[in-house]
């Protein structure tokens, strides 16, 4: 144990492997992402987690239609999840796969204590059940459309008659004390809209679940019991605490669990903020901190789907703007927890006028005149002067402004208070025009190129877990050491002297396909 270091366990949600990854699936993550990397910075002892839901029907289907077999099918797709982990920069610290032998262990311990303590009982099940949300839903959740099929009305997603024996959870009697949860602990769903939704869910009533099916048999086998295999919900969310090592309670459970953070979208509440912390509970475990539920993304005005085929790859992404630009698009550009539309229009003046022009031309200005006119080192200074202070002192205060925003996922606002101060320190510049202080007084265009350095400094700092590779690059260029990278090293200030390389840009303009001069290409 490393001793008295506070612990951050954050998750994403596990993603079904019947589909190649898109841009909601690179979306949840990149903002677990973020928090992991500022947390670490700011730190804390964090435990990031994602991985692949690879049990249930839909996975069985989508094996089938693949003509291969779900084990053969599930390890080629999964690897496209780690794939997209890595070319998004990812910093998770495990990968768990719902297959894996630590899983089922630890799938068939919660349920022989959910057996033991009588939450868990056998029935037979007769009710509609949507495939591709793995769910069972009520008659008054559905309607009908046009062509007379019957759908979730939360979802869309078509119904069938499900008619088998299934064990039940006795969700029914854990209504009060779920109530009782939410209450005692206002932070844990949000935003408050989705806390809301829950609350008012929960207060119309609870049936029991069935969590087990036996017309297919790709999942976790029951205890003593296989014929019936866990319904993959169940599996699905016990993968949180496997991770953590259940059954094994002792060592990483007790030092990460509860889980501080569980980020989901909002199609997947109900099973986190209703089921799970039920489960937990019945099983005498403690519920997560705090669910967040994010937005869904449409693509140039259109909901993404795979039959609509406007489904965005994340990678051509990354391969057509960049992946820190990306980065930063994804979690500017939307509040998070509100839903968004991709667009490319909208992509490319983010990238062009927020990270080029304000932030690129600021560092591109700055260390060019230090290259230039500073012979090329961290320059002197004199005493500040008021100003000076008024630039330096919220560049350096960040930190402290961002936690917050931080903690309650707020990250449009973390971004947009960065860019407070990249804005001040435009500002700055032109109002110092250090380039005519170099005839009249060049030790105050030294002060002044200092005071920039330094914001450039506190605004590499802050940028790490956003676009960490462009942040790394503004960092490596004013030579802050690695070990003076983390948040508690923002006090250690750039000495005047300290050579820096030759510059270069952090963020390019993207410039569209025949927007080049005639000839050019
Ligand atoms: O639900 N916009 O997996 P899944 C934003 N296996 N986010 C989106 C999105 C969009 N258009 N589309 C998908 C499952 N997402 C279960 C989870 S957890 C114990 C089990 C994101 O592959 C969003 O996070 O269908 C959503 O909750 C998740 O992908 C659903 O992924």
Not at 238 to 264: C, K, Q, S
Not at 315 to 343: H, K, N
Not at 370 to 394: C, G, S, W, Y
Request: proline share 6%; glycine share 6%.
């Amino acid at each position: 144990m490393s001793g008295s270091k506070r612990t951050y366990y954050l998750t994403t949600p596990i993603y079904y492997v019947n589909d190649a990854p898109h841009i909601g699936h690179a979306y949840t993550s990149l903002a677990c992402d973020v928090l992991a990397r500022f947390k670490r910075l700011d730190g804390f002892d964090v435990k990031f987690l994602t991985g692949t839901d690879e049990h249930g029907q839909k996975v069985e289907k989508a094996a089938g239609m693949a003509g291969l077999a779900p084990k053969t099918f599930t390890d080629k797709v999964s690897q496209n999840f780690r794939d997209l982990a890595k070319a998004m920069n990812f910093s998770n610290d495990d990968f768990i796969r719902t297959t894996e032998p630590r899983h089922i262990r630890s799938c068939q311990a919660l349920w022989r204590e959910l057996l033991k303590r009588g939450d868990i009982y056998l029935g037979s099940y007769a009710g509609w059940y949507a495939v591709r949300d793995e769910a069972f839903y009520a008659e008054s959740e559905l309607t009908q459309t046009a062509d007379g099929k019957r759908v979730a009305i939360a979802s869309g997603a078509e119904v069938e008659w499900v008619e088998e024996p299934s064990y039940f959870f006795r969700l029914s009697a854990w209504q009060d004390r779920l109530l009782a949860y939410y209450e005692a602990n206002p932070d844990c769903i949000a935003p408050t809209s989705r806390r809301n939704e829950v609350i008012s869910f929960v207060r119309s009533g609870l049936q029991d679940l069935s969590v087990s099916r036996t017309t297919f048999s790709w999942g976790v086998p029951v205890p003593d019991d296989p014929a019936h295999i866990m319904y993959v919900w169940l599996d699905a969310l016990t993968n949180y605490i496997t991770a953590a090592g259940y059954p094994d309670t002792e060592g990483d459970f007790a030092r990460y669990w509860p889980a501080d953070l569980h980020m989901v979208g909002k199609d997947i509440l109900r099973f986190h903020c209703v089921y799970w912390p039920a489960f937990l509970m019945a099983a005498g475990i403690a519920p997560p901190k705090r669910v967040f539920a994010h937005g869904w993304w449409t693509n140039e005005g259109q909901k993404i789907s795979k039959s609509v085929g406007n489904i965005i790859e994340p990678l051509a992404l990354i391969e057509r703007y960049g992946l820190d630009p990306v980065r930063y698009f994804l979690l500017r550009e939307v509040p998070f927890g509100a839903d968004g539309d991709f667009s490319h229009k909208a992509m490319i003046t983010r990238m062009n006028s927020e990270l080029a022009n304000d932030l690129g031309n600021l560092a591109q200005r700055v260390l060019s005149m230090i290259n230039k006119n500073a012979a090329a080192q961290v320059p002197a200074h004199d005493a500040f002067t008021d100003e000076d202070r008024a630039m330096l002192d919220p560049a350096l205060r960040l930190v402290e402004r961002l936690r917050p925003l931080i903690d309650a996922q707020a990250f449009h606002e973390a971004l947009e208070a960065i860019w407070v101060v990249v804005r001040a320190a435009n500002g700055y510049v032109d109002r110092q025009a250090p380039w005519a202080l170099k005839k009249t007084d060049p030790a105050r265009m030294d002060t002044v190129l200092y005071v920039l350095a330094e914001v450039l400094r506190a605004l590499g700092l802050v940028m790490q877990p956003f676009t960490p590779d462009a942040a790394a690059n503004l960092l490596d260029q004013l030579a802050v050491a690695p070990e003076a990278r983390s948040f508690a090293a923002i006090g250690r200030a750039l000495i005047s002297g300290q050579a820096l390389p030759k510059p270069q840009g952090i963020f390019p303009r993207f410039i569209e396909e025949g927007a080049e001069p005639a000839g050019a290409a």
